[in-house]
């Protein structure tokens, strides 16, 4: 078990990890943040309305999950997964038309930011109910294990969600059943406006799985080549029949709870020193320190920025969903209750 | 003529569920106690898991939320999981799992993804064991886009119902009463028996009043039939057998002919499945109706303990004063 005090933070080392694993390492961390920096400046030129829950920051964890998972494996995340689905693979326009509500969204507009659901790419739920994703991923490893394959599952959330009766009550039963499933939580040091010493009485999320009965692992969650390793080896232990792990990453929510929070219950100084960790700022230093040119990174950085705009333009010309289709997936056959 | 052998309400149950489990390798239970020997305190699932192995009857820790949310994983990955929830008043610490993910998910995804799952549940009314394990919770679901509920009166509905709620591809909420476990009746023999949901039947045919009802107060009102016909007045009986959706055409024909009727069932009167229906009915037939709709249920209570919980129970009394109120009787 690794902890943040033997893993400063921006210590990453290149080990075992390939210049074509870094590299899309960042250009995943570029596709998330700019589709999190597109939405937001959206909403503040009131160019659309809408509400996304804000992951700038937290763009190295995904990241390393994208890269760790096959397209197979399963993947359950919360409001606050819109970097998730990218680094999962969603199309942007599916991600991006489900947070505007028009047709061209995951789900034709009748999921919303806090519901895309993409089973193509392995993204079977997303949740806005805290807590709720941790059982469900334990029964996507639970058919993973009927099927006899070795596809894992992944589940992300964040501190506050360990709170909940259901993850505890999920890690429990697959920690007993020992399934294929890896619990991922994006420590980002607050719920809501909560900050995580106000609701745990113990230091590290990880502790939490020695009551439970599995590993737990924390690791700079700045940094996305600890984070991918951490991963990786949990994924390889899952998928070999070795049970689920808990893994903590810590890092940081630059932009408040949701868009447009100002985040003022923020400490000027943690704000500060938690800057200095951004990953969109520290990984770029690593890369150039490590055989990247800055003409690469500014053209992941730019060919990112082209395809969220190009998924932008296409989702904003698409209409909203009609009646009829609001109407239709609330029962397989058609069926339809009204009153009248 | 179909063949038939005579079963409990209980044993019913447990021959779909083996069914099930047979015919499709993607069925699987889990929930409390349900493996052999114990097979649960309900004692539904008795000899499954030793027909069907382990891995098929899943005894999970007491974790309601996990139960139901694992099964929607699973669900969602093509399995048809059978979740049981002990007892009803247990529901509501997997009731964001039933409610906010099994019966939206088709929803939400747009029909990408889909949640054949069936949340088996039983209802203590009647038993005697109090506020926390005697509710009947059947109006909270009825509100919940997306889902289905049924609540099987006899042991050929239990099983022809249970078996489509299996393979229904939509999430089911399965009511039992613990009461009517042992209830014995014919049940047609064979794999291929299914009762339709969202399909009531006539328990009983009559001309002067339709009495509706479901699950465990099927027998009351089916007793105050009786003893209405000693009365020269004959009453229709209405097993409305799935209360989402709700049969509302077959209630609307049966009440169209006898102009009059009375709800029945043993959840609160107040916001209950009734006052859906009386809604409904009247809004349907105002103009041809002889009667105020009349419903009965529990009394607005938490239910008592052991020797008091008949007074806020429904009872046959209770039926026949609405039924005489509706039939306009004076002095009831
Ligand atoms: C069960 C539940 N309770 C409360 C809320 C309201 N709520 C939304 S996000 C949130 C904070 C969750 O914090 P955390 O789990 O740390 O995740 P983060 O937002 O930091 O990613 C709360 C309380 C909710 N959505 N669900």
Redesign the interface.
């Known amino acids: 078990m690794t902890s943040l005090q033997d893993a400063p933070p921006d210590s990453t080392t290149a080990e075992s990890v390939t210049k074509e694993q870094l590299s899309r390492l960042f250009s995943s961390m570029a596709r998330e943040e700019a589709v999190d920096v597109r939405i937001r400046n959206g909403i503040k030129r009131g160019e659309f309305a809408t509400v996304i829950w804000p992951s700038r920051g937290q763009e190295a964890i995904s990241a390393a999950i994208g890269l760790a998972l096959r397209p197979d494996d399963r993947l359950?995340t919360t409001y606050r997964g819109l970097h998730d689905h990218v680094a999962k693979g969603v199309p942007l326009p599916e991600i991006i038309g489900e947070v505007l509500g028009t047709s061209t969204?995951?789900?034709?507009g009748?999921?919303?930011t806090m519901?895309i659901?993409?089973?193509?790419h392995g993204v079977?739920?997303t949740?806005g109910?805290v807590g709720?994703g941790?059982?469900?991923?334990?029964?996507?490893?639970?058919?993973?294990v009927?099927?006899g394959v070795d596809r894992v599952?992944v589940v992300t959330f964040g501190d506050g969600a360990t709170n909940t009766?259901?993850f505890h009550?999920?890690v429990?039963?697959a920690a007993?059943w020992k399934l294929p499933v890896i619990f991922v939580c994006q420590n980002n040091l607050y719920a809501e406006m909560t900050p995580v010493e106000e609701t745990m009485a113990i230091e590290h999320v990880a502790q939490r799985a020695l009551g439970l009965g599995l590993p737990g692992v924390t690791v700079d969650g700045n940094d996305p080549v600890a984070t991918y390793q951490v991963i990786r080896d949990a994924v390889a232990l899952a998928r070999a029949g070795g049970g689920p792990t808990l893994i903590e990453a810590v890092t940081f929510r630059f932009e408040g709870h949701y868009a447009g929070d100002g985040g003022k219950y923020i400490p000027a100084e943690q704000y500060a020193e938690a800057k200095l960790h951004d990953p969109m700022v520290t990984f770029p230093r690593f890369l150039l320190e490590n055989g990247f040119t800055a003409a690469e990174l500014d053209e992941i950085r730019q060919q990112a920025a082209d395809e969220v705009e190009a998924a932008v333009k296409v989702v904003v010309a698409a209409p909203p969903a009609d009646l009829e289709e609001i109407r239709?997936?609330?029962?397989?056959?058609g069926?339809v209750?009204t009153?009248d | 003529m179909t063949e038939t052998q005579t079963l409990s309400i209980r044993e019913a149950i447990n021959q779909g569920l083996d069914e099930a489990l047979r015919l499709d390798p993607k069925v699987?239970l889990l929930g409390e106690d349900l493996a052999d020997p114990a097979a649960g305190v309900n004692a539904v699932t008795r000899g499954l898991a030793t027909a069907h192995g382990m891995?098929r009857v899943m005894n999970?820790?007491i974790?309601?939320?996990?139960i139901?949310?694992?099964?929607?994983?699973?669900?969602?990955?093509?399995?048809r999981?059978v979740a049981e929830i002990m007892i009803m008043d247990f529901i509501g610490?997997a009731m964001?799992?039933i409610v906010?993910?099994a019966a939206?998910?088709?929803?939400?995804?747009?029909?990408?993804?889909?949640c054949p799952l069936t949340v088996r549940t039983a209802v203590f009314a009647g038993t005697g064991s109090g506020g926390t394990h005697s509710q009947s919770l059947e109006a909270w679901f009825m509100h919940v886009?997306?889902l289905?509920v049924v609540y099987p009166s006899n042991p050929a509905d239990a099983k022809g119902l249970l078996l489509s709620s299996i393979f229904?591809?939509?999430p089911v909420l399965f009511m039992e009463a613990s009461r009517l476990y042992g209830v014995k009746g014919d049940v047609p023999v064979g794999d291929g028996y299914r009762v339709p949901i969202?399909k009531a039947a006539i328990a009983r045919p009559g001309t002067d009043l339709s009495i509706i009802t479901y699950g465990l107060a099927t027998s009351a009102s089916l007793s105050a039939a009786e003893a209405l016909a000693a009365e020269g007045i004959s009453a229709e009986v209405i097993d409305l057998r799935t209360l989402?959706?709700?049969d509302i055409d077959t209630v609307v024909e049966s009440v169209g002919r006898t102009r009059r009727a009375v709800i029945a069932h043993n959840a609160t009167t107040v916001a209950g499945p009734g006052a859906e229906i009386a809604?409904?009915v009247s809004?349907k037939l105002f103009g041809a109706l002889d009667g105020p709709v009349e419903r009965v249920g529990a009394r607005f209570t938490p239910i008592p303990a052991r020797a008091s919980e008949a007074a806020v129970t429904l009872n046959v009394a209770d039926i026949l004063s609405a039924a005489r109120r509706t039939l306009g009787v004076v002095g009831v």
């Not at chain 2, 139901?68 to 399995?79: C, L, S």
């Open positions: 359950v969204g995951a789900s034709r009748k999921g919303g519901h659901a993409d089973p193509d079977m739920m949740t109910i709720s941790v059982p469900v991923a334990v029964g996507l490893a639970l058919a993973a009927k099927d599952a009766g259901s009550e999920g429990n039963l007993v239709t997936d609330v029962y397989a056959d069926l209750v009153h | 699987f891995d999970t820790p974790s309601e939320a996990a139901v949310g694992a099964a929607v994983g699973a669900a969602i990955e093509g399995y999981p610490i964001d799992q906010n993910h939206k998910l088709r929803y939400m995804s747009g029909g990408r993804t889909s886009p997306g289905k229904d591809p939509d969202g989402l959706p709700l809604a409904q809004a």
